[in-house]
Every structure is written in structure tokens, then in C-alpha cells.
């Protein structure tokens, strides 16, 4: 077996690899991207209780697209999740701050996610046109 053939297995059982690397960077994007619409959407709702000093209906989703109803009578007690099923008491502007910081933290995944897929695209793309030059030599 030649050198070149040799050259030419490895780097096709190298693209496996990489193209499931470019799979796992586009979910993880994906998933990203789904996480802020949920932060968005809580933005919208504290921002919107913020504007509000008396007690506000507001639709709460209980589970399985079902929602109810409900009366919020004290609009500055608001329970955050901080990991493991755990929540803490906070006020409207500090739950608003949190979620701030974890969109600015999203945004920095976001980047270096979107860096790391296209870096390992370009890197595809060389494998590609490698084998390309090689299969035409033969």
C-alpha cells in the first residue's frame, strides 16, 4: 500500500469524526437558542410586573400545555431557580439582573460555540479537498 493510500484512509476516517463534531456544535447552538427564548420571555414577564405596582392575572403554565389563571397579589416576590431544583426568594430587579447575566453568559457560549463549529467546518472543508487531490492523483 502506498503512502498516499495510506494518507487517503486516514484522512476518510478522519470525516466521521468531524462531522459528527459539526453535529454536536449546531445542537449545542440549538440548544442555546431555545434557553434565551425562555429568557426572553421571562424578561418580557418582569419587565412587564416591574411596570405594575398592584396586583397583577397573570397565565401560569402548570405542566403538559396546560395553563391556569392566577392572581398575583405581592408582584415582589419572585422565586429563581440557582441549580439543582433549588430556588431562591428575590425581588423583581434582582431575578431581572440574574437573568441579564446569564443571557451575557449565553452570548459568550454562543461565540465560542459558533467559533469552534466554524473552525471544524474549515477543517472538514481541508479534509475534503485533501482527499480530493489525493483520489486524483491515483
Do not use: C
Amino acid at each position: 500500500m502506498s503512502d498516499s493510500d495510506v494518507e487517503l484512509r486516514r484522512l476518510v476516517n478522519a470525516l466521521p469524526q468531524y462531522e459528527e463534531q459539526i453535529r454536536y456544535w449546531e445542537s449545542q447552538l440549538d440548544a442555546i437558542s431555545n434557553v434565551k427564548a425562555d429568557i426572553f420571555q421571562a424578561q418580557d414577564t418582569i419587565n412587564g410586573m416591574i411596570k405594575s405596582e398592584k396586583s397583577n392575572e397573570m397565565l401560569v403554565p402548570v405542566g403538559h400545555n396546560t395553563s391556569i389563571f392566577a392572581t398575583i397579589n405581592d408582584m415582589d416576590r419572585v422565586l429563581v431557580g440557582i441549580g439543582s431544583r433549588v430556588y431562591m426568594e428575590t425581588t423583581r430587579e434582582d431575578s431581572l439582573r440574574r437573568l441579564n447575566k446569564r443571557l451575557d453568559d449565553l452570548n459568550t457560549a454562543t461565540q465560542t460555540y459558533q467559533n469552534n463549529l466554524v473552525k471544524t467546518q474549515q477543517e472538514y472543508t481541508s479534509i475534503r479537498k485533501q482527499i480530493d487531490s489525493l483520489q486524483g492523483v491515483q
